[in-house]
Nanobody, 121 residues
Framework: QVELVESGGGMVQPGGSLRLSCVAS????????MGWYRQSPGKERELVAQ???????LYSDSVKGRFTISRDNAKNSVYLQMNILNAEDTAVYYC???????????????WGRGTLVTVSS
């Protein structure tokens, strides 16, 4: 079984930075896409950024130029460097992997439990 564990969330002042990490653990053979979504109170979950082995890197317009996604395939990990944070970035951030081969199985999508990011003065 594969599990995603996020870390790095917390509270930061406007203009500050945070770095989120997500590690996928289990008998993983390969992952096509790793990324981050977020959900604010009263809003739908939205894509923040993702890196795909087949489709490249994608960012939400709202974070372009401020956030940087990276991944380490050897560690089955994905990271999100978030700079120039503002109140609108406050949300629960979820790690997401897609098209993952593990053991003798294959999963279309797996989600982490989320980590809270609060931007407030």
């Amino acid at each position: 079984q594969v599990e995603l564990v996020e870390s790095g969330g917390g509270m930061v002042q406007p203009g500050g930075s945070l770095r989120l990490s997500c590690v996928a653990s289990g008998p993983i053979n390969g992952i096509d896409t790793m990324g981050w979504y977020r959900q604010s109170p009263g809003k739908e979950r939205e894509l923040v950024a993702q890196m795909s082995n087949t489709q490249g890197t994608l960012y939400s317009d709202s974070v372009k130029g401020r956030f940087t996604i990276s991944r380490d395939n050897a560690k089955n990990s994905v990271y999100l460097q978030m700079n120039i944070l503002n109140a609108e970035d406050t949300a629960v951030y979820y790690c997401n992997v897609q098209k993952i081969s593990w053991g003798r199985s294959w999963s279309r999508e797996i989600w982490g439990r989320g980590t809270l990011v609060t931007v407030s003065s």
